[in-house]
């Protein structure tokens, strides 16, 4: 089977893809229907056994580099650039079914799929599962493919420690996947990932397919306001330094930063915290986080300018002192355009209604982009729910992603005559 | 000495009382400079035990009720209704030298000048100092004040119990201060309180003396805010339900709200929380309390009325539940025109300073004035700071309230001839 109207034709095998899903989803079972597979633990050990196993049951080798990526290919392969797709298996504490193993278990399924029906690709397909998305156990998220790419020295990602004290490099050995291949030295010739939205946009406007065109970048501040606690009772109005009042003020701006960008910047305050939270003192400092937002890198500087500068008319205006705190920077990623454009092209091709996205969370292909062609697909997830062992997708969700991502990848590989 | 100029040159001994307040301040002393003498402890024990012997030297007997309350007049006065004069002797855990124990210390030198000058007057005069006035171990504050205008039940106050589970009365009867006298019975011909102002509107004007025309109304209201807790990053402004977007309209609200009815009305929100309190999670609720002020009672319905009105509007425009309960109600109190009307008089006598002031706080005076003619007098204190060991006032400050409260006791007592 080669000719072009027969690839059309082709699917993955969904009801495969979703026992799959459920049978991973036993590994670490979370306590309330969700998964529990932290980084490194005996569950995530489990998960990979699991994984391999299936891996060579499709024909391919599995390779481990020394921060545990998994990377599965047909044996005598891995000489040349690999068109991989994956994303990862870990969750969170209280993680959900289908964050990272989807894109996982998709990749294996659209392998599946290419080997029994005998197709053959120019450049290999293999599947990729990234070590240690999440950051819950090990903090930053993303830490393996952010030292493939050379974002972090490997050394310093070893030398992470979970909440119980415990190293990244000793959890890697102890559970028996630390392996010899130094990480980032293997070539990747494109990358793709399968992704639950972890979004409620693509449910809301009743679409299957998300093409994620680029990531937002994001922006943490921390701000401190510093004013003076006094009794609420016997501070007139006119001799306050009510830091309280200033974070309201910061709250809304940051808010109005946002919406006057539209349509893809974001702002939030989710976190504050005044001193004393007392109902009866007015507040003397008040922390809260900013996170701001945008796809577009001068737009994203644009935000935090404007933010600051609000602050500095909020503090002569109430007397408060403001010191500002950068806690993350992550910049825009605009994804590869062929490969934008090949998961776009198998979407259309395939019926599936689909829109472009932009990646509002972090994701191990935003590092990837930065050293191979590489987009990503993203399908819905009932009510935009992540992070939560509620999640939920539908099985003809997961197909359609998996469907679309077999198709660019047959694309990228090229078809063997 | 009876002839009316001889009065008017009458003052205090400064010495006197500054040396009572040094000495008191040594009973219950804090860490840093302050006290520690909260209500029903072994210092507020030591405390009342110097307190009646001070007031015993003076040649008054000291009266106990079944609620603590220490009542001190010339012996056989007590059939007849006195002139009180008094305030708290208990402090908050990291308390001050003076919140309290001046209005009491004072009222003690009051009682002294006169008899040392030996003053008679038509009705007696007297000095009382009510329990557990801080409420910072027995919630509510101005517990046994409360009981004597029968704001609360005697039981229901016996009962209330402190954060180790101890009962009040149980403590009362432990430190001997348990009195036979039912609460409430003792008759009052009117009562003067002098108390440190503990905000910050004398010192600014440079004022010596604070005349309290009225007691702020208060409303405390406790808001919550549910909106859909949802990730930062991947949902869209006009995706959202944010409740810490609600939350700071809210508080900006409640501070225009004030402004709108100055002089004399304040608004604020001390204290909030938000929930998951995440950085890249969108507040799914948030809880805060605003501290409504007015001495007007129809000005403090139509602030409650209004930030009502706000959060439905701000509700509606962001797609949140609100739900408001009451946590505290304590309506104006205008003072004895009368029992004012000596204070200012006073005030202008002896040549200080003076304004009318708003006492922002809840103080004893405050319900004494239901039953009873009352006013009170407030000295500055540095920086408006108390509830605080930095508390600080000068001599010549606490002289001059204490002058002020000599001569309005005088004015009210009338001269026997």
Chains 1, 2 share one sequence.
């Not at 870990?90 to 998709?106: F, H, N, S």
């Not at 010899?180 to 693509?202: K, T």
């Not at 472009?356 to 050293?371: Q, T």
């Amino acid at each position: 089977m080669n000719e072009q109207a027969a690839i059309a034709d082709l699917r993955v095998n969904g009801q495969r893809l979703w026992d799959c899903l459920e049978k991973m989803a036993q590994v670490g079972p979370g306590v309330a229907g969700g998964c529990n597979r932290q980084a490194l633990s005996d569950a995530d050990a489990r998960g990979r056994q699991l994984l391999a196993e299936w891996l060579v049951e499709a024909g391919l080798q599995v390779a481990v580099d020394d921060m545990g990526n998994m990377f599965a290919q047909a044996a005598g392969s891995a000489a040349q650039p690999v068109v991989y797709a994956g994303s990862h298996n870990d969750t969170q504490p209280t993680g959900g079914k289908y964050d990272g193993v989807l894109g996982v278990l998709a990749a294996l399924e659209a392998v599946r799929t290419i080997n029994e029906h005998n197709i053959k690709t120019v450049r290999p397909v293999g599947v990729v599962n990234w070590s240690n998305e999440e950051g819950c156990r090990f903090a930053p998220p993303m830490l393996a493919s952010g030292v493939f790419v050379g974002v972090h020295a490997r050394q310093w990602a070893h030398d992470r420690k979970d909440g119980a004290g415990c190293r990244f490099a000793d959890e890697l050995a102890r559970i028996g996947w630390a392996g010899d291949e130094p990480c980032g030295q293997r070539r990747i010739a494109a990358y793709y990932e399968l992704h639950i939205e972890q979004g409620p946009v693509l449910e809301n406007e009743n679409m299957q397919i998300g093409v994620v065109t680029h990531g937002q970048g994001v922006r943490w501040l921390q701000i401190t306001l510093a004013g003076r606690a006094a009794h609420t009772g016997t501070t007139p109005m006119d001799m306050r330094a009510d830091a309280g009042l200033g974070m309201a003020r910061l709250i809304d701006a940051a808010n109005q930063i946002a919406l006057a960008r539209q349509p893809d910047a974001v702002a939030t305050v989710g976190q504050c915290r005044l001193h004393p939270n007392s109902r009866n003192v007015i507040a003397g400092e008040a922390v809260f986080t900013v996170d701001l937002r945008s796809p577009d890198r001068q737009l994203l500087a644009q935000m935090e300018d404007e933010l600051r500068s609000r602050g500095d008319d909020v503090c002569r205006q109430l007397g408060l002192q403001m010191q500002v705190e950068s806690l993350v920077e992550f910049d825009p990623v605009q994804f590869n355009q062929e490969c934008v454009t090949q998961v776009r092209e198998a979407a259309a091709m395939l019926g599936y209604a689909h829109r472009d996205l932009i990646a509002g969370g972090g994701h191990d292909a935003c590092y990837i982009s930065r050293v191979a062609p590489a987009a990503m697909i993203m399908c819905p997830c009932v009510g935009g729910i992540s992070h939560n062992e509620a999640e939920a997708i539908t099985p003809q969700w997961a197909s359609a992603g998996a469907n679309v991502l077999l198709h660019a990848l047959l694309q990228t590989a090229g078809l063997a005559s």
